[in-house]
């Protein structure tokens, strides 16, 4: 899924994501969990401002966002829940 993402250029030009768009819900990145790269992808796995846990990738031949994996805060917190952490 194409999605749009606002980026911060750090001191050392290295761009971080800010939030992401899809459609007309937009998501501030609370945390950057991990980030990755590949010869041709920038992958990040980040938590958003609505609990829930993505992991997007950037092109960096074509200069586009894909979602690439979702879960929502719900499901992690039920899975927590379910074995006794809080």
Known sequence: MHIQVECYAG???EESPRYIQ???????IREIVDRWLSPDHRYFKILGSDDATYIIRHDTANWQWELVFYQSGEAISRVNSDSGES
Do not use: F, L, N, V
């Not at 899809?22 to 501030?28: D, L, P, Q, R």
């Open 22 to 28: 899809m459609a007309t819900y937009k998501i501030e």
């Open 11 to 13: 001191y050392r030009g």
